[in-house]
């Protein structure tokens, strides 16, 4: 069973609304590589695992469940860069002659201001909805562990490229948060292989990005967030039997299992009638 | 944040293998109307929510983290009906006029036992896969409210008629626990609508099922499952202001928040050569 | 705008449930070939129709209102043959041995009984949705016409495939109607191109379907219905100037624009208490 | 059997080509929520009924044969939208340096201009296709009048948000136009379910829209289209035992059946050379 | 078997990068009428074939052939529009104030930077995925020959279409190859229905292009690639036994099959740090 | 440019028709993991490849050659199981109470008899579509190779647990063919990431097969199918730079590149009037 406490696992920074920049993290929340497939795809295989080796199970587990705090934390997000984007600033802007969403929406996904009241959606940075058959659970430990890898791997890939198409700082907090945990959780899955007898070289980090080409990851790195792993488990778990000892990766340091971040608030979202929502204004309750 | 303890949130009753029920109980979990569209839809829905009145969204969140342990607990009731389904039970079996899977499969989903190691998949009964587009959450309380509303009725319906396809132990308990969880959420939003002035008569439950024809349902409703909302969080919640008073079902009784049920041991599912699951034999480690 | 009675287009033939048979029937509801798709095909190219040659738009809109009347009658046959599958015959059936529906779904399309009360679905044969990308509405008039064309022989080359697979004579009356309806459909666009300067030779009718094999089509040959479109028009139509003169089939016969036909019964479906359809039994109203 | 006259429900009013309005406007026509959804969920309720109650069923008919003439006026509506807009207006344009599509098609879904001659498609405002699995007829009656409710509901907040996006005369009349028939509609359900014992309080309209926020509305609220049914039936329906009476909006008023308003021309659109529509210049016919 | 020698079958022009082009381009690779689906569909319909008439199958298979180099062809086109395209100019383009890819993306499939590396991808123009349904391999040769027969129209209308979207000298380049050589297979499959009887008159070719309006188009007629199969058979083939003698179109000419094109150079893709692609710099290789 | 002679890759065996055999094989022509996805991931990441290391590119480009003759072996091998599967072999079996394919079509996929002529589809062993999101072309070389790895594992996983569903030696020996050739692009792939650093230890082959449960691979392994990869190329590759020396497997052996294999008929399908196919018995041709 799943327990809860109102707290992000990361800040939301401020920013200035930026609906196109929306509409491209959609793809870390909704896409092919984003959250909820890696949410769902370690769910299925815990729930699924095979086997007395359970130390396997538990590390996949836990990283299952760091993925539920990722969707949470990518749709808050979005949310924010949506915020207010579609408002209109002048008076007698519904009138004849103009529309307050005419250009809002022009480079934004519309579902945005059409399915949700300017907020997070299941779907991908082309607006395709999240798909279940993108999800690998196939019960071999191997071909599961390196399928959990390469999504990590394409995880930091995608969060990388994603970077480059905004400078707001809501949007390249959250990636640049992620990029290190998706290295954390790259060097986990790693790790587990040469628990097997896989030697990786240098191979790893894949992709082998340069943290001075993303600021933001340097305060994470710093905290040794690229090896860590939270420990959300109320109860025993042997994740710590794969996840320690030498990282993986060849920029060094030792793995180990900690306690989650201190919480960061959610944000509360305003009123927004434009948008009815959520439209209980003249209720009585 | 989410935590999480190794239990599932009702038992796994032991009975034979039975694929042909394993593959239409996949309607309740990967369906158009299953456990994991309720999860993510109350999950979209508490991260979008807009205003002040958060009894609201701590009512759906709350029942967003139930939803979550549902999940969990039809994977582990699918996998049991599955576990073994498709082994030999005579020496010689892959021989040459005869394979142990041949006669398993014909009226099972085929996927079960190529892309999962008899496990369970986020696909619905017809075999298609979970689709992002089935989300709704538009922002407007009202239509949220009744949107999950119809949802959890939706939810009874199907697992009355799924509960007809077989008389397999295992898989009525599952259907029955969640039959009644789904009443005590179709209570809660009906409740929220009534705080929104509406008076539903006798309209609920719906369906109007009948308690005799589901004996295994029995022993949940004395219990009190219908009227009760299990609490997951680790700090405040408001949803006590919305669930609590009356019941809004004719079968009446009152609305109360409670601790979640004593867990329940998550099985252990043994090794399947066949399958090559987890495959891991040979190793040394 | 569109005016209706209620009546169908053919007679439902009664003869014993037959869920097996539903399940490939779905295929002629909402298959890639399916009436749902043509309807919608018609309909588009129908409103998006450019240029002053409205004779093929009145055809092609002709056909479309028929196809609405086709759709209506495989709803109905479809619902025939769930009718009374899954319901038990003998006392005590939903004991702990044996449940109602455990054989009737083994080769049943499951939806049938889940997300329907044992009714029609928008699926094909194999259980996928309709899907709005099948649709051809290009606005080139004789790629539009070939389209329609080879659209109208799949009907009749997947209907007389599928007629193989039950002699229930629900189905098969059916079937028959639609194999000689889409024979006159496909006369219409063979006849439309024609116009444009096309001569068939002894092409048609695609598949070249012998009549003796398909008994059920004689009466509806010999009333001439392989040769006469049906006219819904409560106002002026032009189709008479496409659709007359001699039959670009080999079969021979004139092209005429006639009433449509005596209109049937459209079957009154009973109360399902198992699948809780309608389930308002204990309602005052 | 349904019987048609070349008329639309309302008119289609002049203005400038918008290919940016026609893109998200396709969600009204093939969205989720859209006009096709409306439009097949009650035809295949309609068809699905079960019971001697057919007052309800002549009530979801009456609807569905409303939404057929409105997935042609938003056929129209975007046609007129997207008529022209890909036309060069200068000599040469498309010589070496510059294309007459190349600017057109930046902000516009480009299928409006590569599968269709600049015409309506079966898809929504992000280019998804309409999808079968959205249609909800699941044969228990209080289920399917609450899903309808919300389907109905979330057409009048989604017209409204998508109001915003242009000023377009075309795009905003229709839209206007269709605001108040799903107010109708939601007053139609929400009326069904107090027959069936509910008091809806002040809940509805829902969104609670602002009349003078959209003042196109106005002219059909003072018609009073917001408490009529158009009546498409040639012969006897029962519709008139539920609709009739008390509105359950709190905005008051009676519920009555009507005729249908009078028809209004179905626009003829100009042959388009560029797109190769209808591309038959050269034909001798 | 399939053999392959490292050479495309038209030469990629030079010319700057244009993401919208390739956006829209993308149709004509992943689309419902691309080359994806011309390849499959006739890969099908080749190894499906029945009966003795093999000259039939060798005419598909034939076209089959080429349609992978085609595919290769538009692959490197939108490789070549989208390389180098979010690229920055300018020093310290990554800074607080600006994104390298922000203005890039806006009128771009987000995809092309997030999925590939400024690289092409299976989707259409409006980024939906390819799907299998849409392959037409029904077995009757006559519906096969009038299906593909209609697929290489709407290649032709299409590319037509696209052509008016960007003056780009690479994009044009390549689509007026391709019109021309679906010219050539519509001449193909039309003569394949003229040994069946069929009569064209002056239907063809559909659409009806002006050559003078695509002036790429020209030195291809010239060299006679609107009436010749280039044969891409190592052993026998029966494929002249159709293709050959006067041509079905009203353009005039003889059918031919010949030698294919001489080959021209596959370009290099230079490496894209930006994008981790391909991300070895630092192997020791 | 690609070029053909008409032979398989692999003998098709006889053996008696089995349907049930037919479906489940889908999975390896149309499925996630199967021979069209295979083909066409190979096939972008060849066309999107970038930079100097061109060894890589002709290695994946050399498998991509071989793909398309798996996917023509087993459209072939899933023909040959359903060829006369539904001919009828009793005198009047379309009389009133019987139906040659009611039998047939109960654990089919009534796809293979409705819309192909008993032939192969572009489906999985599900029914659903092949779709285009499953093809991972990243760009990122480390990425694409262990994304390959990990789908060439799972060929061999997916191909081991389908064996088990029949002993039809048609169905077996295309399998035990496509096993051997996927451990050998295993290790292909293997071997590439090995050239970048990594030392699998005893990782491979995954899964861990026993050649003794597949006796139909041991003459491929005798033949040493498993280390060898054949050249398709008919102009220089750099493959060999890659695709030599040890192999990365603990089964030990050396890795060559080596003439295909000799070809094998492509099976000539007869005339099958019960479904229309060819369907040209009466013309004169």
Not at 145 to 172: A, C, H, P, W
Request: proline share 7%.
């Amino acid at each position: 069973m799943f327990y809860y406490k109102e707290e992000l696992i990361n800040p939301i920074v401020p920013d200035q609304p930026d609906p196109a920049a929306a509409r491209v993290l959609q793809e870390i929340l909704g896409g092919h590589y984003g959250e909820m497939r890696t949410m769902m795809q370690f769910f299925f295989q815990s729930s699924n695992f095979r086997g007395k080796d359970t130390q396997f199970r538990d590390l996949i587990r836990g990283i299952f469940l760091e993925e539920i705090a990722h969707v949470e934390l990518v749709q808050n997000t979005i949310n924010q860069l949506l915020n207010g984007s579609g408002e209109s600033n002048a008076p007698g802007d519904s009138g004849a002659d103009h529309a307050p969403l005419d250009e809002t929406v022009l480079h934004a996904n519309p579902h945005h201001y059409i399915i949700g009241a300017q907020a997070s959606l299941p779907v991908d940075a082309a607006g395709n909805p999240w798909n279940g058959s993108w999800v690998y659970s196939h019960g071999n430990l191997i071909g599961d562990l390196l399928d959990n890898l390469i999504l990590e791997s394409t995880g930091v890939l995608q969060k990388s490229r994603i970077y480059e198409m905004s400078s707001n700082k809501t949007f390249r907090e959250t990636l640049a948060f992620l990029i290190v945990r998706d290295n954390a959780h790259q060097n986990a899955y790693a790790k587990a292989l040469e628990t097997l007898g896989v030697n990786w070289g240098k191979l790893f980090p894949v992709p082998n990005y340069d943290i001075n080409k993303y600021p933001e990851c340097r305060k994470y790195v710093e905290l040794g967030y690229h090896n860590v792993q939270f420990n959300f488990r109320l109860d025993q778990t042997r994740i710590g039997e794969i996840f320690s000892g030498q990282t993986p990766s060849r920029n060094g340091g030792d793995l180990a299992v900690v306690e989650p971040p201190q919480g960061f608030p959610v944000p509360l979202m305003p009123e927004m009638p434009n948008e009815h929502s959520p439209g209980t204004k003249d209720m009585n309750f």
